[in-house]
């Protein structure tokens, strides 16, 4: 594969991806609050390694927390010491690592295919829903794909000549750091792609050409260091067989067999994890399809010597996005799993994009184009007509409701990452009003402006409408998240606990860390939980340093029936029917989202 000249003029197209990024990541820094779950909680992890000094063994609640590589958590780290315990500091690394992203994915379309492919690529990335709905909250899933982007342009620059030392090297530098972002998973994308393409090709004989020693040696001295130093610091200790075991058996081979211990992962079903591919991927999602038109059919590769640039690059981005696709097919699948094949698909669509920019009227390329901006604008009139009903005719909601009362309850969906969407009822619509108007005037006048662009044969311009339509969209799902998040985080609910809170109290949860791992984030207390030991600090807890923070049944009730003040955080009705099974005074603290704080001492502060 040869790659496109560099070319000039790159100042104009990173200035563009920088100003959408800036429109629409930069919101997201300062609001809502964190979530409760993974956000929090991995928030909390980068809070304790600077309280404790400890970089190698993370903590949560005081507990050791070995599941995660420790890379995000460093930069989380950081950011912390650098602008305070705050949701700024925590959001800012995952927002810098999808800037990174979308110019390194602009680098690598522009040397596979030109400019405006980079470019093509880079607005399609930025502006799906699919990389966005995953940077709202803290997982490392978008450094995932920056590594693997880097990785593959560093593949690729090999495959020019014999490749240079460095070159070899810098790829196993990277790897390294994908390992130290999300573990083993950051060396085996690489290797199925880059053999998986090669053997495609007929050309594993450039594998050697790699480097293979000296490369593996770099990637050690870059990854070892701290598996080795989290390997000592937590050997097998009581009923903790040790870091090796949990960490590579049970957190990576464990988890993709689905016999992790404990279990608390369900499978998103497998045609469902292939078909989101198409929802991460709006608006682009029609034209995503015309990208898969430049690679070659398998029964012509036996003239792989006709082939041209595209489309060679068009046959890597494929193995690219079907290595992690398969790949997870075989495993405990979550929906998110597919974000680091997204990449790949913007770039194959990006130089569909420069194709059909470069075809002359009338041509297929131009015709296909045309048909699909003309389905989005069937979508963009659908999208209007339905958002603009609700947000008129929703009945109104009663004054100062609390959301989750508006809402249904659907636990067998809470798996999925968007599953309390499916909560929403049309009065609890009331409170989206300007969310909704703002989406269905964004997707006409986009969708509209796209169509129209492209009856013009101006591809660029189209294109620049359909990443300003998101622009639009993607702050009305900011709008609607804030509103959401009484169901989703406890913010306000440690704001009560805090206002009350003296030296000497405790805080109990009803229920997993997970649950309101927020509290823990914004009240900076241990949390104790009641019948808690099996999410994520189950392993933690065997370790005989292991704070005394898992209540039962029968300590819950010595606990709240002694001298000290506690605080019960409960989520549904059962909670507080277990206070009202005790007999002894309960008094309400606060409320938010369907979440209460009781406590068993009357306030101290007025409400």
């Not at 928030?43 to 903590?59: L, P, S, W």
């Not at 602008?83 to 690598?108: C, D, H, K, Q, W």
């Not at 490369?215 to 040790?242: D, E, M, R, Y």
Request: proline fraction near 6%; aromatic fraction near 14%.
């Amino acid at each position: 594969m040869t790659v496109a000249g560099p070319g000039n003029g790159a100042l104009g197209p990173v200035f563009l991806i920088v100003l959408f990024w800036l429109t629409i990541f930069v919101p997201g820094l300062f609001s809502p609050p964190l979530l409760d779950d993974a956000d929090a909680r991995h928030a909390e992890a980068a809070k304790e390694m600077i309280e404790r000094h400890d970089f190698v063994t993370m903590h949560v609640d005081g507990v050791r927390y070995l599941d995660k590589a420790p890379l995000p958590y460093w930069l989380n780290a950081a950011s912390h010491a650098l602008f305070g315990i705050n949701e700024f500091a925590v959001r800012l690394p995952m927002s810098l690592a999808a800037l990174a992203l979308f110019l390194s994915i602009f680098f690598l379309g522009r040397d596979l295919a030109g400019k405006k492919a980079g470019l093509f690529a880079s607005l399609i990335l930025a502006t799906a829903v699919g990389p966005y709905i995953y940077t709202r909250f803290f997982i490392p899933d978008i450094m995932v794909c920056l590594w693997l982007t880097l990785t593959v342009h560093l593949f690729v620059r090999t495959l020019e000549e014999k490749p240079a030392r460095l070159l070899c090297w810098a790829i196993g530098g990277v790897t390294a750091l994908n390992v130290l972002t999300k573990g083993l998973i950051g060396v085996v994308f690489p290797t199925l792609i880059f053999v998986g393409y090669l053997l495609l090709v007929g050309n594993l004989k450039h594998l050697p050409k790699l480097r293979l020693v000296s490369t593996f040696l770099v990637f050690l001295a870059i990854a070892a260091p701290w598996h080795v130093l989290a390997s000592l610091q937590n050997p097998a200790q009581g009923q903790a067989k040790g870091f090796f075991w949990f960490y590579f058996i049970n957190e990576q081979i464990n988890r993709y067999l689905n016999t992790r211990l404990p279990r608390d992962y369900d499978k998103v079903p497998l045609l469902l994890f292939w078909g989101l591919i198409l929802v991460w991927m709006i608006p682009w999602t029609p034209f995503v399809m015309q990208g898969f038109r430049l690679v070659p059919r398998f029964w012509r590769f036996n003239m792989r010597s006709t082939w041209t640039r595209e489309q060679k690059a068009a046959l890597l981005l494929l193995t690219w996005a079907l290595a992690i696709l398969v790949f997870f097919s075989f495993s405990t699948r979550q929906e998110y799993y597919v974000l680091p094949s997204l990449p790949a698909l913007a770039l194959l669509t990006g130089i569909w994009f420069a194709q059909e920019d470069a075809s002359p009227a009338g041509s297929p390329a131009r015709k296909q184009g045309l048909l699909c901006s003309g389905i989005l604008l069937a979508v963009g009139i659908l999208v209007f007509a339905i958002t603009i009903f609700f947000a008129v005719a929703a009945p109104p909601a009663p004054p100062n409701a609390d959301i989750v009362d508006l809402l249904t309850s659907n636990p067998n969906l809470y798996t999925l990452s968007l599953g309390h969407l499916f909560d929403l009822t049309a009065q609890s619509m009331s409170l989206f009003r300007l969310p909704l108007a703002l989406t269905g005037i964004a997707f006409l006048g986009g969708a509209a402006s796209s169509w129209w662009f492209r009856r013009r044969q101006n591809v660029t311009s189209a294109n620049i409408a359909l990443a300003a339509m998101m622009v639009v969209f993607l702050c009305a799902v900011h709008l609607a998240l804030g509103t959401f998040y009484p169901t989703l985080g406890s913010k306000p609910l440690a704001l009560a606990i805090n206002r009350e809170f003296r030296p000497g109290d405790t805080i109990v949860i009803d229920g997993t860390h997970s649950q309101a791992s927020s509290i823990n984030f914004y009240t900076g207390k241990q949390l104790h939980m009641l019948n808690g030991r099996t999410d994520n600090l189950w392993y933690g807890s065997l370790f005989p340093d292991s704070p005394a923070v898992f209540e039962d049944n029968s300590s819950f009730q010595k606990l709240w029936q002694g001298l000290g003040r506690v605080f019960f955080v409960v989520y549904d009705p059962s909670g507080k029917a277990k206070l009202d099974a005790l007999g002894s005074p309960v008094f309400e603290i606060g409320r938010s989202g369907g979440k209460t704080v009781y406590s068993n001492r009357p306030r101290v502060t007025a409400p």
